[in-house]
Structure formats: C-alpha cells, structure tokens
C-alpha cells in the first residue's frame, strides 16, 4: 500500500530513480489531483535498466530460487499460472519495457500493465494507477545484506509478489474496481476500511485452494519468513473472508500478521469489491453519507 512521500536507507541503486525524472515524477504524485496535476502519467519513470549491477541481478536469483521452492507447492494455482503467462523467470530481473517485458505478454491477458514509479505514491495517485489497469511499481531491488527483509517495496515485491495475480481476469477485475471505488470516495471512514481490504487481501491473502490453505497475498508471496509463518505457526488466526469484519480489522505493519483471511475463491473476493463499490458510488452520486 502507499505511505507517502517517506524514503528509507538501502537499496543499492536508488541513483536509477534520484534523478531529475524521478524528483519531478514525486513532486507530480505529490501534488497529483489538486489544480494543475491532472495526468496521473507524469507520475511514471523510465526504467534504466542498465543501472542494475550484476550484485542486483544476483540478488533477484537467490530471492527468485529461494520463494520458487517453496510456492511452487504452497502458492494459489492462479498466482503460479499467472508467473508462468507473464514469463517470470529467475535469470534476470523483469523488464517492462520492449518485446522482453512482462508487460508484452500481460496486456492481451487482462489489459492491466507495470508502470515504473520513483518510490512510494500518495494515495490519491496510487488508485488512480489502479483504476486504469496500471500498477505503480518500484525499479530498485533490495541489497543482498537486506535480502530477507526492506521496509519499502522494491521490484521483487512489486513485480514477483503482485504482478502474476494481473494475469488473471477475475482479480484483474477486483484490483480496477477496488482503484475505482478508493479514487472516489474522500470519507475518513472508507479510506480506513480500504485501506485495511487492500492489507489483508492484496498483501496478505490466503486462500483456499485443492482442500487446503495457499498463499496468494503479495506480503506472503515475496516474504521468504512470512511466507512459511502464515501457513504453519499456530499464532496465526486464520480467519473466513468477509468483507465487512476484513474492513473492520486493524493492522500493524512492524511484524508477522497475527490475523489472516480466507478466500474461497477470487469470485468471492471479486464479488464483495463490487457491491462495496456500488455502495459508495451509490453514495456519491446521492452525495450522503454510507455509514452511521
């Protein structure tokens, strides 16, 4: 999820994204929607792939092997499906730029694409992306000394954790729709609940899949500790899905999720997202008030 305009210290490379590209880039997703900042595009940055060393590339090996092993038994069918439609590979990190792209292959599959951004997005800038089928997604890559963990995402969580769930058309659909209904609504209240769907699904799904429990949330899916922790620790409450008691749940981002949701399916999840959504456009149309 996004938490602003905030930096921290160790990726090895953030001179791919310091420049002045990527400085106007923040400074327009910043600003992005108020007086003269309409064009949600000019939040985007080009790639540079030449500013990976062969140290990053290394880096995206280990973290590729190490997660591979263990997904390939405990990740959703559809999350596996999707690394394979894309061509995510372990020999190099992902281009989304030119005929090698994960994009090239995403786009006839659901119309979504990875978008490179120089760093976390305001909110109001991050649906934005959503509701147009484009995922923001960082281009640094952890440093091997931060391998098993960084406090910002980078483009092993970005484009290994997320991008092979855009392949699929059912949670394509949910992730506009839920870009759609969080780019509309300005209430406090929803922003919260939000919030709060996206951490306990987008980020730390399960689902149910085959008669047992798998992973499909981004958090899980890049976290070589949290992955394996979500699945066997006997600290982990392993909750049904249900929208409204997901929206109600609060979350602390500094350690191991205690509380976990569980899908049936994506059709569940799909389904849910667009009744919250016709609620609030309901809501906005009538301009009152979705909650007492």
């Known amino acids: 999820m996004t938490e602003g305009d905030k930096k921290y210290a160790g990726s090895l490379n953030h001179a791919m994204i310091d420049g002045p590209e990527g400085h106007a880039a923040q400074e327009y997703a910043n600003h992005f929607g108020e007086p003269g900042y309409p064009d949600i595009t000019k939040v985007y940055i080009s790639q540079r792939y030449d500013g990976y060393t062969e140290e990053n590339q290394e880096t995206w090996r280990i ?74 997604t960082t281009v640094v890559i952890r440093p091997k000394q931060s391998i098993d963990y960084l406090p910002e995402p980078d483009i092993f969580h970005d484009i290994f954790g997320h991008v092979p769930l855009h392949a699929d058309p059912v949670f394509a659909d949910f992730l506009q729709t839920y870009g759609q209904a969080a780019l509309l609504t300005d209430d406090p209240y929803h922003t919260e609940r939000l919030a709060r769907l996206f951490w306990f699904t987008v980020e730390f799904g399960l689902i149910r899949e085959d008669g047992r429990i798998k992973l499909y949330g981004s958090g899980l899916i890049s976290s070589p500790g949290e992955s394996k922790h979500s699945l066997t620790s006997d600290k982990v409450d392993r909750r049904p899905f249900d929208l409204d008691r997901v929206c109600d749940t609060s979350f602390e981002i500094d350690h191991y999720q205690p509380i976990l949701y569980v899908l049936e399916s994506f059709e569940q999840l799909r389904d849910a997202m667009n009744r919250y959504a016709t609620q609030l456009i309901d809501a906005a149309s009538k301009k009152t008030p979705t909650h007492a």
């Open 63 to 136: 973290l590729y092997d190490r997660q591979m092993e263990f997904l390939a038994t405990h990740a959703s069918n559809v999350y596996l499906s999707g690394a394979r439609s894309i061509k995510l590979v372990r020999d190099y990190i992902p281009y989304l730029e030119g005929p090698k792209s994960v994009n090239t292959f995403l786009a006839p599959l659901t119309g979504w694409q990875s978008r490179a951004v120089p760093g976390y997005l305001p909110a109001k800038a991050f649906f934005a992306c959503l509701a147009r089928r484009e995922f923001p």
